[in-house]
């Protein structure tokens, strides 16, 4: 499960995003947690055609902290966060949202260069440091000095790993919101990659029936809602997909890394998996609900046998052969 961290501009409206995603009220002058499951039909449609017992979604937690990125605890908080998601504002006669991305982009920036300087000058006065940290921590610093962010600033995997220990915020993967009134759309200032969210209308739903919810957003124009665009834009700037497992017992989505291997993915399930892996059974989602149940794929041969280099695809059913 990972965490995304709402940060922004004061009035951006990032608590009121809070509680439009996770449907739950934020407490002032503290950081608030909140689970979501993320949204998924596949999930639905495989439970009932393996008459699964339960289903379990994939989760994501939302993360608002207080003052944001004027405030100590919050740039701590936000350090514990995987992802950020910076929320501007982009509603009234006076809005600028390109302006806020940019305030906030460069508050971070500063946090960061704050660490490292720090860092970087005990790393200099410590006969234990090797070289190699000191040498990442002169390339971080120049890079923040240069006001890029980390992330951008052609570090090594190495570099990046000798860094991770100070959990630079310019690091993170970042989604840009952008907090719409009714009738509008993202601003063309914005990046292309920006999402737009009606949190005032959508946080006004959050005690409704979640059917009765979905009545009255449609009729605002609503038809996607805010949590599905944030999280395929989370998951995307974290690089992650989805793979899935079904059965009598339970349907269930799992997270994993694009580029990870069948054991890896066995690994997140459980990680006795992925010590004793010796094969996956694998069919695409779309196959197997062609074919009607997993049984029905077997005999049609659409189940397919993969070892270790098999790279996990987005919708991969699998299950998973192992012995310890």
């Known amino acids: 499960m990972k965490d995304i961290g709402l940060v ?7 608590s009121t995003l809070f509680t439009a995603l996770t449907r739950t009220g934020g407490h002032g002058g ?4 909140a689970v979501v499951p ?4 596949r999930l639905g449609v495989l439970t009932e055609m393996e008459r699964s017992r339960k289903t379990v979604h994939a989760q994501v937690a939302f993360v608002d902290v207080p003052g944001g990125t004027s405030s100590a605890q919050g740039i701590a908080k936000l ?6 998601a910076i929320v501007v504002r982009s509603f009234g006669p006076d809005t600028s949202p390109a302006a806020e991305l940019e305030e906030v982009r460069a508050d971070l920036l500063l946090a960061d260069q704050v660490i490292v300087e720090s860092a970087l000058e005990r ?3 410590s006969a234990r440091r090797q ?3 000191v040498d990442a921590l002169e390339k971080a610093n120049a890079a923040l000095a240069a006001e890029t962010p980390l992330r951008a600033g052609g570090l090594s995997t190495d570099e990046v790993h000798l860094l ?6 310019t690091l993170k993967p970042e989604v840009v919101v952008a907090n719409l009134e009714e009738g509008t759309d993202v601003p063309p200032d914005l990046p292309d990659s920006a999402v737009g969210v009606y949190a005032s209308i959508e946080a006004e739903t959050a005690e409704m029936d979640p059917g009765e919810a979905r009545v009255l957003l449609d009729e605002f124009g609503v038809h996607e809602p805010g949590l599905d665009k944030v999280i395929r834009a989370g998951y995307g700037a974290l ?3 989805t793979f899935l497992t079904t059965g009598e017992d339970e349907t269930r989505a799992w997270e994993v890394r694009r580029g990870a291997k069948a054991p890896e993915a066995a690994g997140v399930i459980h990680t006795d998996l992925e010590r004793g892996f010796i094969r996956a059974e694998v069919i695409g989602y779309d196959d197997l609900v062609a074919a009607g149940s997993m049984d029905a794929a077997k005999a049609k041969g659409l189940v397919r046998v993969e070892g270790k280099e098999y790279v996990v695809r987005e919708g991969d059913v699998l299950h998973v052969r192992f012995a310890v």
């Open 239 to 241: 690089d992650l997909i």
């Open 30 to 33: 503290q950081a608030n947690r």
């Open 38 to 41: 993320v949204p998924d039909a």
């Open 79 to 84: 350090r514990e966060a995987d992802a950020l």
């Open 131 to 133: 070289a190699t940290e």
């Open 164 to 169: 991770r220990a100070l959990a630079p915020l």
């Open 8 to 14: 922004g501009v004061a009035f951006s409206g990032k």
């Open 123 to 125: 790393a200099r006065k």
